[in-house]
Nanobody, 129 residues
Framework: VQLQASGGGLVQPGGSLKLSCAAS????????MSWFRQAPGEAREFVAA???????????YYTDSVKGRFTISRDNAKNTVYLQMNNLKPEDTAVYYC????????????????????WGPGTLVTVSS
């Protein structure tokens, strides 16, 4: 299994970026996928997750600091998860990692790093003027 994230780069405050994470090796359509980030000198933190709840429905979960600015979505046909980031702030600067779980996580597990088995190599997002 491989996860490959892309879409990072340098953007000015207030700008937008869209990250993509393509999975290969297995299908994750009914398993949680998420984004975490790690700023320099900081621990890796949860950003957003999407969790299948049945049929074609997914729930989305966000850390408070990105609610209303970031949107996570998935395209099961492409086995890809996205993170649309709007109104970016300097404090959003970090390496962003996508992750995928091999089990259907319960709510209390969604934000935990150790709940995700598969990780991509990360993509750097720099928000600066």
């Amino acid at each position: 299994v491989q996860l490959q994230a892309s879409g990072g780069g340098l953007v000015q405050p207030g700008g937008s970026l869209k990250l993509s994470c393509a999975a290969s090796g297995r299908t994750f359509s009914t398993y949680p996928m998420s984004w975490f980030r790690q700023a320099p000198g900081e621990a890796r933190e949860f950003v957003a997750a999407t969790r299948w709840i049945g049929g074609s429905a997914n729930n989305q979960y966000y850390t408070d600091s990105v609610k209303g600015r970031f949107t996570i979505s998935r395209d099961n046909a492409k086995n890809t998860v996205y993170l649309q980031m709007n109104n970016l702030k300097p404090e959003d600067t970090a390496v962003y990692y996508c992750a995928a779980a091999s089990a259907r996580l319960i709510l209390s597990e969604i934000r935990r790093k150790d709940a995700y088995e598969y990780w991509g190599p990360g993509t750097l997002v720099t928000v600066s003027s």
